[in-house]
């Protein structure tokens, strides 16, 4: 028996998880599980997200791609900040990417995978002071099911320590001009508020 301290970490036992590998190989792309795993224990802020796009699979880097983008936005961080895990969290409700439905959109994030790792993996994370929520899925785990604007708009019901987003992929960006609110009130109390928590 190896003394704790050899253990592999949560961290390292999720990079190398393959329990998807059946079910991506039946998938269009038929790629292989590719965890995506961003995060230590001195974070601060918590991205509490969906799963990696094709992208982020291809580059081992979450939001590595337009939506990380918009989210690095409506955050008020930079590149180096968003990426520095002893500070920002990434734990998505599924590590790998999911593969495409018949209309070419992300599949869901496995069930398996929050099932699996998600308590684990946020027990790692004993600093958090701010969750951001990004979509449905991963405010669904946190807060019981429950439709995305609404609970958005209800933003300050959580506040300070929690944070529901709709997810940043540009297939919201017809919500984001339907729900103007969102920009004029909650982004610039979420920009205040990061800082507080990222510079604190
Ligand atoms: S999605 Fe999660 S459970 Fe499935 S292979 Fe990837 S890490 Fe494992």
Request: positive net charge.
């Amino acid at each position: 028996m190896p003394p704790a301290s050899a253990e592999p970490t949560v961290a390292a036992r999720i990079r190398a998880c393959r329990l998807c590998a059946p079910r991506f190989a039946a998938t269009a792309t038929a790629h292989a599980p590719r965890p995506v795993v961003w995060f230590a224990s001195a974070a601060r802020l918590l991205v509490a997200s969906q799963a990696p796009g094709a992208r982020a699979h291809a580059s081992g880097i979450p939001f590595s791609d337009a939506s990380g983008v918009r989210l690095r936005d409506w955050m008020g961080v930079t590149e180096a900040e968003f990426y520095d895990r002893s500070r920002v969290a990434i734990v998505p409700m599924g590590f790998c990417f999911p593969g495409y439905d018949a209309k070419g959109a992300d599949l869901p994030p496995p069930r398996i995978c929050a099932a699996t790792w998600r308590t684990e993996a946020l027990g790692a994370l004993p600093g958090v002071r701010l969750t951001l929520l990004v979509g449905g899925m991963a405010q669904a785990w946190h807060l019981g099911p429950g439709p995305v604007t609404a609970r958005v708009r209800a933003w300050r019901d959580t506040w300070p320590a929690v944070v529901p987003l709709p997810h940043p992929s540009w297939r919201n960006t017809a919500w984001l001009r339907a729900n103007p609110w969102f920009e004029a009130e909650v982004l610039p109390a979420l920009r205040a508020r990061i800082r507080e928590v990222l510079d604190g």
